[in-house]
């Protein structure tokens, strides 16, 4: 059964910071590259980023390039999304997903997990 579980949302002021945590099982999880993506109320969700399965490359979405920082520890089937100078505009639920990036573009597998909560203030 695949599992992923995101956590480390929470209330924020405009400018802070978070650290978001996606652990997962049921799948190999150095095998896949792992994205994050993002859904506001009202809104589709969007694509805002993805590290390459070894670690070695990451891929960000223009609006949160410089802010965000992915990493990710295979041994512990987790990665990480750091986010710095946080805007009210980044509020949403955060989802991650395996899936692969290819071309420069991030295909998603079908699996996702609740999401985590994450709301700046201004």
């Known amino acids: 059964q695949v599992q992923l579980v995101e956590s480390g949302g929470g209330l924020v002021q405009a400018g802070g910071s978070l650290r978001l945590s996606c652990t997962t099982s049921g799948r190999t999880f150095s095998s896949y590259d792992m994205g994050w993506y993002r859904q506001a109320p009202g809104k589709e969700r969007e694509f805002v980023a993805v590290?390459?399965?070894?670690?070695?490359?990451?891929y960000y979405t223009d609006s949160v390039k410089g802010r965000f920082t992915l990493s990710r520890e295979n041994a512990k089937n987790t990665v990480y999304l750091q986010m710095n100078s946080l805007k009210p505009e980044d509020t949403g639920i955060y989802y991650c997903?395996?899936?692969?990036?290819?071309?420069?573009?991030?295909?998603?597998?079908?699996?996702w997990g609740q999401g985590t909560q994450v709301t700046v203030s201004s």
């Open positions: 590290i390459t399965r070894s670690g070695g490359s990451t």
């Open positions: 997903n395996f899936g692969q990036w290819s071309g420069g573009s991030y295909y998603p597998r079908d699996y």
